[in-house]
């Protein structure tokens, strides 16, 4: 119980997150908006990384430079999130990023992209990206 | 209408790049030095791109409002309750429940037309097509294999 209660607050917080920053995008604009929201995300992770003495610095020369580069894709999804909420409303946003992070994920997987295992199609996955395509049509009559 | 539609994808496939990456990262570094990196480096690059985009004018801070400053702050939230819900559920319940809230909050979000977005007016067919995605994600997930990362 107190997990799913986790999940919804967290699930909640993403897009709440999205909204706020499509707000303060209207203020100063988009790229200061991803440079403040991550330089305070980052100074309160770092006091959180500080207090648990979880770092371990040796470890960031332990993964291939590829995997350290994921974090620099926070700029244009910030970009890309709330000129997209901007133009179609929250709802769809993250109605077309689901799908899309789903259906990424899905190709990654199959084809074994990123040092991953190779994972076989099953019908339940296409089912299920079918059913959220379709949602988004439903989405669309109303 | 079109742009908004691709970037909303663009989006998507990007989280989804972000989070294969960041699985490699989290399993040798932890989630902590992870979200410190990953955020620090989100950082850098929007400050590089905004510089290039906007000149000095980027440093310019004029319409800044206090509360700004605190959005970044959810998104250090969000990472401890995915933890949280994770080490409880597991991964895939965990995950299909945050998805599940993501799209709920944003029907809700729209409808309400919170933060000055444009009030999208609630409509039962939009509780159904949400309610369809809703499905669809659990028959994407719960399909008995775990994929630990995202």
Redesign the interface.
Known sequence: MKGIFFAIIGGGCLTLQGVANSHITQGIGTWKTATITQLTGFIVSCIILMLTRDYHLGSLKQVKPLFLTGGALGAIIIFSNVTAIHHIGVTLTVALLLISQLGFTFITDRFGWFEGKKQEVRLSQLIGIGMMVLGVAILQIA | ?I???L????????????????S??NA??????T?????????????V??FI??GTN?LN?R???IW????????????S??M??I???GAT???S???????????L??SLG?????K?PF?N??L????????????????G?Q?IE?
Request: aromatic share 14%; with cysteine; proline share 0%.
């Open positions: 209408m742009i908004g539609l970037l909303g994808c663009l989006a998507g496939i990007l989280v989804s790049l972000q989070n294969t990456l960041n490699k990262l040798h570094a932890g989630t902590w030095m979200t410190t990196w990953v955020l620090g480096l989100g950082f850098l690059a929007s400050f791109i905004g985009v906007e980027f801070l319409n800044m409002e700004y400053w605190f959005s970044g702050v959810l998104g250090v939230f969000v990472v309750c995915l949280q819900g080490h409880l559920l319940y965990a995950i429940i945050v998805l599940t809230s993501q799209i709920g909050f944003a029907l979000f729209d919170l933060f000055g977005l444009e999208i409509h067919t939009k159904l097509g949400v309610l369809v995605i809703i499905s669809g994600i659990f028959v994407f997930k719960l399909d294999r994929r995202d």
